[in-house]
């Protein structure tokens, strides 16, 4: 299974990992060829983000766990793009 | 210029203006009694040593408490986050990151106290026949660290002043009664 794109909804306590850490270390996982970290809300302690990540056969696993090592922690997977090419997805028509 | 913009850093300044209280203060509890003529004059390994045993219980005070305060935090953000399991945080890069930033901070709050303590003790070996003159000049130092301060944290200067030179004052006068070294 060829996984092209990952939405993440992960979170962080504010003081650490800065972002920029948190990017390097998905970065460093195979396949990964690019990264959007968004941040979608911050509380007094913590930061909620939105990570996008794309690339050629993502390993999903390991992405997890770079980011768990990282400190930060994964709430949810709220995409997930899967094959030979990025299928956007479609509106219901009803 | 890299070590300076380190050094310097705002989230540094508490390991740097604590080594280099802690340097003058621990220097005059220490020495004063030497320093203002009771018993020998100060020697230079006197003075080496005094300043080694700031530079030990600056970095190791410092190290202890920076450390404590940093797993505390992490500790906080496993409740915030809600993890399960407890030391999570710890276990991760971010374990690793306070116990270096602890280290590195604890090892400029030593040299920072190294450096200062060597203020007093020079002066006291190189003008032996004024003894004052290592107080007074280490007293002003202190006063320009509360100005220092005093601007930096919005403060009032002059405050920040008289409250630094009145704590070197009485570590001077409880030196000079103990007359440890």
Redesign the interface.
């Known amino acids: 299974m060829n996984i092209r794109r990952l939405l993440l909804d992960v979170d962080k306590a504010s003081a650490r990992p800065s972002l920029v850490e948190l990017a390097a270390a998905i970065d460093g996982v195979d396949g990964v060829e690019a990264v959007n970290i968004t941040v979608t809300e911050i509380d007094i302690e913590t930061v909620d983000m939105d990570i996008t990540i794309e690339g050629n056969n993502l390993d999903y696993d390991k992405i997890i766990e770079a980011i768990e090592s990282a400190g930060a922690v994964v709430h949810s997977l709220d995409e997930i793009i899967v094959g030979s090419k990025i299928l956007e997805r479609a509106e219901s028509q009803r | 210029m890299k070590y300076l913009r380190w050094v310097t850093h705002r989230g540094r300044r508490l390991a740097l203006v604590m080594g280099l209280v802690d340097g003058v203060l621990t220097t005059m509890l220490l020495a004063a009694g030497r320093i203002l003529g009771r018993g020998m004059p100060m020697n230079f390994s006197v003075a080496l040593r005094v300043a080694a045993g700031c530079f030990a219980t600056a970095g190791f005070v410092f190290y202890i408490g920076r450390y404590t305060e940093l797993r505390a935090?992490?500790v906080?953000?496993e409740a915030?986050?809600?993890?399960a399991r407890r030391g999570k945080?710890a276990t991760?890069?971010?374990g690793r990151?306070?116990l270096f930033d602890a280290i590195a901070e604890a090892a400029l709050s030593g040299v920072s106290s190294f450096m200062s303590a060597l203020l007093p003790l020079t002066l006291a070996l190189f003008f032996p026949t004024v003894p004052l003159f290592s107080i007074v000049v280490s007293l002003l130092a202190l006063g320009i660290m509360g100005i220092v301060l005093g601007n930096a944290v919005r403060g009032s200067p002059v405050m920040w002043a008289i409250n630094l030179i009145v704590g070197g004052t009485l570590m001077t006068l409880a030196g000079f009664w103990l007359h440890l070294v």
């Open positions: 935090e992490l906080r953000s915030q986050l809600n993890l945080l991760t890069h971010l990151s306070v």
